[in-house]
């Protein structure tokens, strides 16, 4: 053979190796485009659904205002014996209608007064299993008195915890939230710190069972062994489903806890975390837990490039969580400028007009600080106890709440006036 004739058909090789790989990409794009233009993939090429998240049987609608559920179970849940699971069924024996993981109840309960008689309160819990015909599950944490102080431990969860029995009722309003995993082929994260961990374990069973071909990484912290739950549930998930990757993360383990065996990584859940387990992927976030987690990985990951759009959380209470992106999929307002002067807030029924404080977290804090009582829940959102109607003037949301105010109406809880506001309060 020629040193002509070699060369030719070292081109042609190249050449066709070339042609190969160009029609492969080519072929790829085209059915990716021909998805998008049909609505069927994220922008980010995961595959997305467009039917019904949880399809709801005939029978099964949803309910208005508060409906009576039977407790039916109760079950400690952790070492520590400070967590329990309620499972709950409708009084009525009426079909129980599905819900999206990741979305809470709303509870009216009516706990002992300090004093004397009983008080009505409003809290929230998430839901901490999948969707199944048959009951739901809440898993609640006590909550003791802060150390060195003087305040009555949780009124909602030690009454839970303490009063609540197997055969007791309890008034519940439907399933309600915006926090909730999609149905779709993007990878995710599950990020959960302490009792966070309830709606991301309504994900994780809903997923596996739902898509188990989905990737999904749990990363669950606690301070040590004898405060986390449902651990052989976990690993057994893992087991069955390589896809499954679960990071169990010890802040301060026992001396009997051991590295490898019992957890996988000592110390916080923070960004060099996720950069030392997790693939280059499109992955999305859904990070729920105690208000410095929240405040501190937020922003992180934000800061790492995870795009706004792929950051979804849940506070179990007060917190203020600065988004240096704009939040795209709430479509919330802008925040108003919390340093703007000469913006008053007129409380109509209470016959006081005030300057706004810059700095204050939202119109319920603001209202209280100056003596106007206004009824509220779980402050953060989820509820509606608060919801006040806006004679004039208008207020803004970091980001949208999970209960939808009616219009004309604020939840004075996570909101701030965005002009001079009058409030019917
Ligand atoms: C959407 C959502 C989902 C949730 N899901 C869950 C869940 O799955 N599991 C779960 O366990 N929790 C969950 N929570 C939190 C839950 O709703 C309650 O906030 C929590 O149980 C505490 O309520 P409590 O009535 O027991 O405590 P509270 O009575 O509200 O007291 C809270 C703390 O404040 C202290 N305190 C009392 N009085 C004062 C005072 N005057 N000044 C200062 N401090 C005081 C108490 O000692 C206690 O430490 C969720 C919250 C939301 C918003
Ligand atoms: S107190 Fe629950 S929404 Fe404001």
Request: charge should be neutral; aromatic fraction near 10%; charged fraction near 20%.
């Amino acid at each position: 053979m020629t040193s002509l004739r070699l060369l030719l058909w070292i081109v042609f090789g190249i050449t066709l190796q070339l042609g190969t790989f160009l029609g492969v990409a080519f072929w790829r794009h085209w059915r990716e485009f021909s998805a998008l233009k049909s609505g069927l993939v994220a922008a980010d090429g995961a595959t997305a659904w467009n039917g019904p998240l949880v399809v709801q049987q005939p029978g099964h609608e949803s309910w208005v205002g508060f409906r009576p559920f039977r407790v039916v179970r109760k079950v400690i849940e952790d070492q520590a014996e400070s967590i329990r699971s309620f499972y709950l069924e409708p009084e009525d024996g009426q079909p129980l209608p599905s819900f999206k993981p990741g979305q809470f109840l709303t509870f009216r309960l009516e706990v002992p007064a300090a004093t004397g008689g009983l008080e009505p309160i409003v809290r929230c819990y998430s839901l901490s299993d999948a969707p199944t015909p048959d009951y739901y599950r809440i898993s609640i944490k006590r909550v003791p008195a802060p150390p060195a102080s003087s305040w009555p431990p949780g009124r909602s969860s030690t009454y839970l915890h303490d009063h609540i029995e197997v055969g007791d009722l309890l008034q519940v309003r439907a399933p309600a939230g915006h926090f909730y995993l999609d149905r779709s082929d993007a990878p995710v994260v599950l990020v959960a710190g302490g009792i966070g961990i309830t709606p991301l374990l309504s994900m994780l069973n809903w997923s596996l069972a739902e898509q188990p071909g989905r990737e999904i990484w749990l990363f669950y912290g606690v301070r040590n062994s004898r405060e986390l739950i449902m651990k052989a549930h976990l690993e057994a998930l893992a087991t069955a489903h390589p896809n499954f990757h679960l990071r169990l993360c010890f802040s301060q383990p026992l001396p009997d806890d051991q590295l490898s065996r019992d957890y996988q990584h000592q110390g916080r859940m923070d960004i060099p975390l996720f950069r030392q387990e997790l693939r280059l992927r499109p992955y999305h976030f859904y990070v729920c837990g105690p208000t410095p987690l929240m405040e501190t990985l937020i922003p992180a990951l934000e800061d790492w490039g995870v795009p706004a759009a792929h950051i979804h959380f849940e506070a179990f209470g007060p917190a203020s969580i600065k988004r240096q992106q704009p939040d795209a999929l709430s479509g919330a307002e802008t925040l108003a400028q919390e340093t703007a002067s000469g913006i008053l807030v007129n409380f109509a029924k209470s016959g006081r007009q005030l300057a706004w404080q810059s700095g204050t977290a939202n119109l319920l804090e603001f209202a209280e600080a100056n003596g106007i009582s206004i009824n509220s829940g779980c402050r953060a959102g989820g509820c509606g106890s608060c919801q006040t109607r806006i004679a004039s003037g208008a207020v803004s949301y970091r980001q949208a709440p999970d209960f939808d105010p009616e219009p004309g109406t604020c939840l004075m809880c996570v909101c701030t006036p965005k002009t001079s506001v009058t409030l019917e309060a």
